[in-house]
């Protein structure tokens, strides 16, 4: 299904949903284990840049990583812009590199960079993660977010987009 994905990580015991929109995704994770209810955000082995904002429960950030035989001749500042918000309280949360991680640290830019955060789960021990992105920059990825994530609920998103598929294809 084009509008929607499921995937089930045995080892963490975590349920992934996830569905998409041009410039976004919203997703709906489901931990086993209230007390490890993590979420890692990886900048890519490029320069990247990851700021967590604890009022607005956002993480914003960009990523210059590219594929090793991507040919084209991309501009020196060309990066992918996002913006990830959470419908949950952040419990935890710190930043890493290829050292150690650091824990309380709201900011971190370089290479082989990452964020990680701890949610306090709703009763049904489930996340909302909401996702952004631009190639123009950060005010377009929130310009994106906006337009197309916002504040819908899961199942009403995953919904349009089915009817968005479903018109597509007929």
Avoid: C
């Avoid at 086993?32 to 914003?60: P, Q, V």
């Avoid at 040919?71 to 996002?82: D, G, V």
């Amino acid at each position: 299904r084009p509008y929607y994905y499921s995937v089930f990580f045995h080892n963490e015991k975590i349920k992934t949903e996830l569905t998409a929109t041009n410039s976004g995704s919203l997703f709906r994770l489901h931990y086993a284990d209230r007390e490890n209810a993590y979420l890692i955000i990886d900048a890519f082995h490029g320069d990247g840049m990851l700021e967590l904002d604890l009022k607005k429960g956002e993480i914003t950030g960009h990523s210059k990583w590219y594929a090793p035989n991507n040919k084209a001749k991309l501009p020196a500042n060309f990066a992918t812009h996002f913006v990830i918000k959470f419908d949950q309280e952040v419990l935890e949360y710190g930043v890493y590199n290829k050292n150690a991680p650091v824990p309380n640290q709201t900011s971190i830019k370089g290479t082989n960079v990452g964020m990680y955060v701890r949610f306090k789960l709703t009763p049904q021990n489930e996340a909302y993660v909401r996702v952004a992105s631009s190639f123009i920059g950060p005010r377009q990825a929130k310009v994106n977010f906006d337009r197309e994530i916002g504040k819908k609920k899961f199942d009403d998103l995953t919904q349009e987009n089915k009817q968005a598929w479903s018109k597509l294809m007929n």
